[in-house]
C-alpha cells in the first residue's frame, strides 16, 4: 500500500511557477511509476504527466510540454511537479498518483491516489 499526500498549491499569476510535492508513505515507493494529473471544474480528470520508477523517463501532456516538469526523489519518497508560465487554463486540482501497470496516461491505470491540492492561476 502506498499512501500519497499532495501539497504546494495555490493562488498564483499567469506567466508565475508552482511547485508541486507529492509525499508517499511506504518503502516500495521507489518501485512505482508517478503520475499527476489535474481535474478542472466540469470537467474529467486528465493525465498531466508521468515518470518511471528509477526517474529516467518522463512523459507530458501535449498542454503542459515545455512548461511542466515532473521529478522523483526516491530517497525522500517524494516526487514533483515544477509548473512554470501558468495560464488560467491550467487551474484545477492536482493529484498524484502511482501506477502498477497499464497505460501512464490513462487514470485507471493507477492504484494509489492522493487527495489533490488546488492550483488556481489569474489572468
Known amino acids: 500500500q502506498v499512501q500519497l499526500v499532495e501539497s504546494g498549491g495555490g493562488l498564483v499569476q499567469a506567466g508565475g511557477s508552482l511547485r508541486l510535492s507529492c509525499a508517499a508513505s511506504g518503502r516500495t515507493f521507489s518501485t512505482y511509476p508517478m503520475g499527476w494529473f489535474r481535474q478542472a471544474p466540469g470537467k474529467e480528470r486528465e493525465f498531466v504527466a508521468h515518470i518511471s520508477w528509477s526517474g529516467g523517463s518522463t512523459s507530458y501532456a501535449d498542454s503542459v510540454k515545455g512548461r511542466f516538469t515532473i521529478s522523483r526523489d526516491n530517497a525522500k519518497n517524494t516526487v514533483y511537479l515544477q509548473m512554470n508560465s501558468l495560464k488560467p487554463g491550467d487551474t484545477a486540482v492536482y493529484y498524484c498518483?502511482?501506477?502498477?501497470?497499464?497505460?501512464?496516461?490513462?487514470?485507471?491505470?493507477?492504484?494509489?491516489w492522493g487527495q489533490g491540492t488546488q492550483v488556481t492561476v489569474s489572468s
Open positions: 498518483a502511482a501506477r502498477l501497470s497499464g497505460r501512464y496516461d490513462l487514470e485507471a491505470s493507477y492504484d494509489y
